[in-house]
Nanobody, 123 residues
Framework: QVQLVESGGGLVQAGGSLRLSCAAS??????????MGWFRQAPGKEREFVAA????????YYADSVKGRFTISRDNAKNTMYLQMNSLKPEDTAMYHC??????????????WGKGTLVTVSS
């Protein structure tokens, strides 16, 4: 069973930066076909895809709304995924969840989810 725990959220002013972390446990990812991703859900809105990374090989994927501002990465030794968020905007305010799946599926369907970390960007 894969467990995911997010950290790093907080309150930041517009234009600022935050780095989110997702600590994964339950299996070794470095030699697997797992894909891991970040999703966010703002109050009153549906959950949306933010970014994803193939653990083996490191291929990355981004939503258009965050391209050029957010960077997803992973550390094999620590079994941890990161989301570096720069040039934050008030519309980035949301609960951010990390997720994992054994492979890439349509609509970025994921089997495993963390509880989330809250990011609030003030104007």
């Amino acid at each position: 069973q894969v467990q995911l725990v997010e950290s790093g959220g907080g309150l930041v002013q517009a234009g600022g930066s935050l780095r989110l972390s997702c600590a994964a446990s339950g299996r070794t990812f470095s030699t697997s076909s797992y894909v891991m991703g970040w999703f966010r859900q703002a109050p009153g809105k549906e959950r949306e895809f933010v970014a994803a990374i193939k653990w083996s090989g490191g291929t990355t994927y981004y939503a258009d709304s965050v391209k050029g501002r957010f960077t997803i990465s992973r550390d094999n030794a620590k079994n941890t995924m990161y989301l570096q968020m720069n040039s934050l905007k008030p519309e980035d305010t949301a609960m951010y969840h990390c997720a994992a799946d054994p492979g890439i599926r349509p609509g970025w369907t994921m089997d495993y989810w963390g509880k989330g970390t809250l990011v609030t960007v003030s104007s």
